[in-house]
């Protein structure tokens, strides 16, 4: 069984960087195909894609916030970290991290962290 | 991006009665390898998003069999073929063919 959970900052102040940290077990990020991504959810609204980082170091990000975002992985902690920088009011959402298999995304998900920017 | 519009967006339904939600994309969803991409996901009040159907039909493990996925290049349809209360909250449609993956509007499932 597959676990992942975010954790981080629940209040960020504007301009500020934003680090979240996604801890993962049942799984592997050196095991060929997989890869673990970032979505978030404003309140009452979609979700939308972040950022993907595979399991040979390969990464996406959404061309919207690809200034904003970095991605990296340590395999020996089973760990994934994304920060994004300038952080504005309307970056306030839920962020989840899941996991992915090749081109299946999304199988697994974390329970959520909810970030709130705000002075 | 790819653009993922949903409709309905609000449907009130009865229990025990089958209930559709279509999904429509910009662009077609099929890959390189010749698979679609298209993916069914249900969000209850207060919980992470749970994946329900890969790749348009396919139910992931544990998803009960009344859920069901069809359609091909750029229309897809998510049923439900008897409604139960379990089923209450909102269902979101996303393509990961192309990067960035995009989701649907959501559609907000609730009882009559």
């Known amino acids: 069984q597959s676990t992942l959970k975010e954790s981080g900052p629940t209040l960020v102040k504007p301009t500020q960087t934003l680090t979240l940290t996604c801890t993962f077990s049942?799984?592997?990020?050196?095991?060929?195909?997989?890869?673990v991504g970032w979505i978030r959810q404003p309140p009452g609204k979609a979700l939308e894609w972040l950022a993907l980082?595979?399991?040979?170091?390969?990464?996406r990000y959404s061309p919207s916030l690809k200034s904003r975002l970095t991605i990296t992985k340590d395999t020996s902690k089973d760990q994934v970290v994304l920060t994004m920088t300038n952080m504005d009011p309307v970056d306030t959402a839920t962020y989840y991290c899941?996991?992915?298999?090749?081109?299946?995304?999304?199988?697994?998900w974390g329970q959520g962290t909810l970030v709130t920017v705000s002075s | 991006d790819v653009v993922m519009t949903q409709s309905p967006l609000s449907l009130p339904v009865t229990l025990g009665q089958p209930a559709s939600i279509s999904c429509r994309s910009s662009?077609?969803?099929?890959?390189?390898?010749?698979?679609?991409?298209l993916n069914w996901f249900q969000q209850r009040p207060g919980q992470s998003p749970r994946r329900l159907i890969y790749?348009?039909?396919n139910r992931d493990s544990g998803v009960p069999d009344r859920f069901s996925g069809s359609g091909s290049g750029t229309d897809f349809t998510l049923t439900i073929s008897r409604v139960e209360a379990e089923d209450v909250g909102v269902y979101y449609c996303?393509?990961?063919?192309?990067?960035?993956?995009?989701f649907g509007q959501g559609t907000k499932v609730e009882l009559k």
């Open positions: 980082i595979y399991w040979d170091d390969d990464k």
């Open positions: 662009q077609s969803l099929v890959y390189s390898d010749g698979d679609t991409y």
């Open positions: 790749k348009v039909s």
């Open positions: 049942g799984f592997s990020l050196s095991t060929g195909g997989v890869s």
């Open positions: 996303m393509q990961g063919t192309h990067w960035p993956g995009t």
């Open positions: 899941v996991r992915n298999w090749w081109q299946q995304l999304a199988d697994y």
